[in-house]
């Protein structure tokens, strides 16, 4: 992978959450009965460059919501305008898995060419989707638009680890589906893990605890050292769901204060 050593500011953005999760809902190997609050937020990511940005997911959309119980905060494209990134003329699109918090915004993205791994695409069209137990997590109707982009030329795919761009790299690490990718980006204070759904929560890769939606438990566990392998400091692998996050790091100004924070700043 060659490199120029560029180096990107990285934002995080909630647009999103679930108040009513417990430690029992999100961590395997606790007390089933540990029904103490542990809260699930939801984020989309932006890295951002001299001479380019680049969205990381694209959340979920209001019917999402509503139909799945969770609170929209504020519509992604939204969140992001508040960082002043505007959706609809962002060019490139990483998406780390297919679930619906993950993909399910990306008809705010009309320009965009989407960044996916091949065997995320054959997960989520292929035999394993034919039960609920598997397919619970993803929606046919986003699926069915990333097929069509497919055929539009907007889908770029990629097996294994790949640079789509000096100083961003995405990373194969599967466990939670099938084609899981994580995302590597340099920064001011050196390279940084957007772990996604590789770890909800700090406690997931730090306890060893996963998360209890699973294609392969045994990659899922492994990647936590993957995600750990590619950076110099374990804390700079950031969790994809942790309220946490938005307590360790600064907001770039205070109005957005419990919206965005600044990733590639230093922690507080």
Same mark, same amino acid.
């Given at each position: 992978?060659?490199?120029?050593?560029?180096?990107?500011?990285?934002?995080?953005?909630?647009?999103?959450?679930?108040?009513?999760?417990?430690?029992?809902?999100?961590?395997?190997?606790?007390?089933?009965?540990?029904?103490?609050?542990?809260?699930?937020?939801?984020?989309? +990511?932006?890295?951002?460059?001299?001479?380019?940005?680049?969205? $990381?997911?694209?959340? *979920?959309?209001?019917?999402?919501?509503?139909?799945?119980?969770?609170?929209?905060?504020?519509?992604?494209?939204?969140?992001?305008?508040?960082?002043?990134?505007?959706?609809?003329?962002?060019?490139?699109?990483?998406?780390?898995?297919?679930?619906?918090?993950?993909?399910?915004?990306?008809? %705010?993205?009309?320009?965009?060419?989407?960044?996916?791994?091949?065997?995320?695409?054959? *997960?989520?069209?292929?035999?394993?989707?034919?039960?609920?137990?598997?397919?619970?997590?993803?929606?046919?109707?986003?699926?069915?638009?990333?097929?069509?982009?497919? *055929?539009?030329?907007?889908?770029?795919?990629?097996?294994?680890?790949?640079?789509?761009?000096?100083?961003?790299?995405?990373?194969?690490?599967?466990?939670?589906?099938?084609?899981?990718?994580?995302?590597?980006?340099?920064? %001011?204070?050196? +390279?940084? $893990?957007?772990?996604?759904?590789?770890?909800? *929560?700090?406690?997931?890769?730090?306890?060893?605890?996963?998360?209890?939606?699973?294609?392969?438990?045994?990659?899922?566990?492994?990647?936590?050292?993957?995600?750990?392998?590619?950076?110099?400091?374990?804390?700079?692998?950031?969790?994809?769901?942790?309220?946490?996050?938005?307590? %360790?790091?600064?907001?770039?100004?205070?109005?957005?204060?419990?919206?965005?924070?600044?990733?590639?700043?230093?922690?507080?």
């Amino acid at each position: 992978m060659s490199d120029d050593g560029a180096s990107y500011e990285v934002y995080a953005v909630k647009y999103a959450t679930m108040q009513e999760r417990t430690r029992s809902t999100n961590l395997m190997y606790v007390d089933p009965h540990d029904d103490a609050p542990m809260p699930i937020d939801y984020y989309v +990511w932006a890295i951002v460059g001299k001479d380019r940005h680049v969205v $990381v997911d694209t959340g *979920f959309v209001k019917a999402d919501a509503d139909k799945r119980g969770r609170t929209l905060l504020r519509d992604p494209a939204d969140g992001l305008a508040m960082i002043g990134i505007d959706a609809a003329k962002t060019e490139e699109v990483i998406v780390t898995h297919l679930h619906y918090d993950h993909i399910g915004g990306y008809e %705010r993205f009309p320009a965009a060419r989407f960044h996916l791994q091949e065997r995320e695409m054959q *997960f989520a069209t292929g035999v394993h989707m034919c039960t609920a137990t598997m397919n619970h997590s993803f929606e046919p109707g986003h699926i069915s638009g990333m097929i069509t982009r497919v *055929f539009d030329g907007r889908v770029r795919f990629h097996d294994g680890d790949v640079q789509i761009a000096p100083g961003i790299t995405l990373h194969f690490v599967g466990g939670h589906t099938m084609g899981l990718q994580v995302v590597r980006v340099r920064t %001011r204070r050196g +390279w940084l $893990v957007l772990a996604s759904d590789a770890s909800h *929560f700090y406690e997931n890769m730090e306890q060893t605890a996963p998360f209890p939606i699973v294609y392969n438990l045994g990659d899922m566990i492994l990647g936590y050292e993957r995600c750990y392998g590619l950076v110099e400091e374990r804390a700079n692998v950031i969790p994809g769901h942790d309220p946490l996050v938005l307590d %360790r790091y600064p907001a770039p100004k205070k109005e957005l204060e419990g919206i965005a924070v600044r990733l590639d700043a230093d922690p507080k």
